[in-house]
């Protein structure tokens, strides 16, 4: 699995979402669930992120989508 990792800092909660900036320049900013997040973090906190590439999750959702577009093209011949 490949991983990328990052710093963001949580600007603020509206509604149940957290708004992150993404660090150096923190012009980029992304949303989030607050639920997904640590109980403790507060606005101003700074957050690790991690991304990883779950290759085996993508070949099962490729499979289940192609089962899928196969019944629906049996379908519509019948």
Known sequence: ???RTFK????????????LLVRDEEVIKFYIPLSLLPAECK?????????VKDVQETEDAKERVSGLLEKLKNKNKG
């Open 43 to 51: 606005e101003g906190d700074v957050l690790g992120i991690s991304v």
């Open 8 to 19: 963001a800092t949580l600007d603020r909660v509206e509604n149940g979402i957290a708004v």
């Open 1 to 3: 699995m490949s991983r």
